[in-house]
């Protein structure tokens, strides 16, 4: 069955009245016909007919035995960390989310859980700083915001010779383009926020593990926390997945133009995309990606925090905003907003430079944008015209 007739025909009509839409359950809890019997539902914290649905959906687009929904992409985050004790250690991409990076070290490290950070675009580094007390190696491939491409194959077999398991966020790529536990992951992480839900309208995160005992354990430390998604915001991620892919396609191919657009303006410096032949390990990307995405990142070659501020503050069509992946194209300055708990001698290092700016291309005319991106750019470098690219 191809992606776009799976997706949406992954969302199954309610067996009790032929909805064609999923039924909201907006209830917290459920009679019973006698203490301990009921039909499956007993409390809207433990489960919920709604969350099931989308719960199901998930693990069933990313190739999953269980998939599981959480009030925030962070929430989600957090569940998978809980698998770990005290002495434990993770390894994780260098190049990471900036709520995750502060989760890790302000919250989890306090518990005796160390992180280690390393850049995964080589494989071998993840080899060379394993140890026995890694139990769980981070990945975000692509990464946010500088989109680096790891392989995800070569990193599960690494892992799994060394007694850990591998997560991957795939927020970026979404299932949409890549599936991270056929290449061997075992677990995976959404903020359904982006992609997934589509319309900049709802808060959520998923997991979905590899297998059933992996499964029970997230679903135990779903309930027993309760960072649970609503019956609603469920629904409304599920809607989002009814136009997945379509969405992701217009996304990738305007993100392709302005990226293309971005390496001739003189103004930039680098420029981030993984569509880009000239993106490290594009040939990787190429390999576990059926696409490239929605998300374009550069540097200027004024690499300065305040010739970020006066591009980021000069467009009309790319709003200053957190977030991305919704039909409103967005953009955002790393240093000082998404990546601003990251301290900067460490985010600098793992490529987040002052100047560069994270664009999240949506679905407007490709040409709008182009031209809008220009106009801005023009303001701290040489003029360049959209119109003559875009012809």
């Known amino acids: 069955m191809n ?47 709604t969350r099931a649905v989308l719960e199901n959906i998930i693990a069933e687009l990313e190739g999953g035995k269980g998939g599981y929904a ?13 698998l770990l004790e005290s002495g434990h250690e993770i390894l994780a ?20 859980i160390k992180v280690n950070y390393v850049d995964t ?22 990464t946010n915001p500088t989109l680096k491409i790891s392989d995800i194959e070569a990193i599960a077999k690494i892992a799994h010779q060394n007694g850990a398991l591998l997560c991957v966020d795939n927020t970026f790529a979404s299932p949409a383009l890549q599936q991270p536990i056929c290449l061997g992951a075992d677990i995976v992480v959404h903020s359904a926020t982006k992609y997934l839900g589509g319309h900049s309208d709802l808060i959520a995160g998923l997991v979905v593990t590899n297998t059933k005992d992996l499964g029970d354990k997230i679903k135990f430390i779903q309930n027993a926390s309760g960072a649970i998604l609503s019956p609603h915001d469920s629904w409304l991620v599920i809607r989002g997945v009814e136009t997945l892919h379509l969405r992701v396609k217009e996304h990738s191919k305007n993100a392709q133009i302005v990226a293309e657009f971005l390496q001739t303006h003189p103004a930039v410096d680098k420029v981030y995309y993984p569509g880009l032949a000239t993106h490290q390990n594009h040939d990787i990307a190429q390999k576990q990606q059926s696409g490239f995405g929605g998300v374009v990142s550069f540097t200027l070659k004024e690499d300065t925090e305040e010739s970020a501020k006066n591009v980021v503050c000069s467009t009309q ?69 959209a119109e003559s690219f875009c012809r």
């Open 317 to 385: 069509l790319f709003k200053l905003a957190e977030s991305l992946g919704g039909v409103k194209s967005l953009l955002c300055h790393p240093a000082t907003m998404t990546h601003k708990s990251i301290p900067a001698e460490k985010r600098q290092a793992a490529g987040v430079a002052d100047s560069l700016i994270r664009l999240s291309v949506g679905l407007e005319d490709v040409e709008d944008l182009v031209d809008d991106i220009g106009l801005a750019l023009n303001k701290v470098g040489v003029q360049a015209t």
């Open 70 to 82: 959480f009030a925030s992409g962070l929430a989600a985050i957090d569940a998978v960390i809980k």
């Open 3 to 49: 992606t776009a007739t799976k997706l949406i025909h992954s969302i199954p009509v309610d067996p009790l009245t032929g909805s064609i839409s999923v039924p909201i359950y907006q209830t917290s809890t459920f009679v019973q016909d006698a203490p301990g019997e009921h039909k499956g539902y007993d409390y809207a914290r433990s489960n919920n007919p």
């Open 93 to 112: 991409v260098d190049d990471i989310y900036g709520g995750a990076f502060r989760l890790f070290t302000h919250i989890y490290a306090k518990f005796g």
């Open 121 to 142: 675009t080589d494989a071998v580094n993840v080899l060379d700083a394993i140890t026995p007390k890694t139990k769980l190696v981070w990945l975000e491939t692509p």
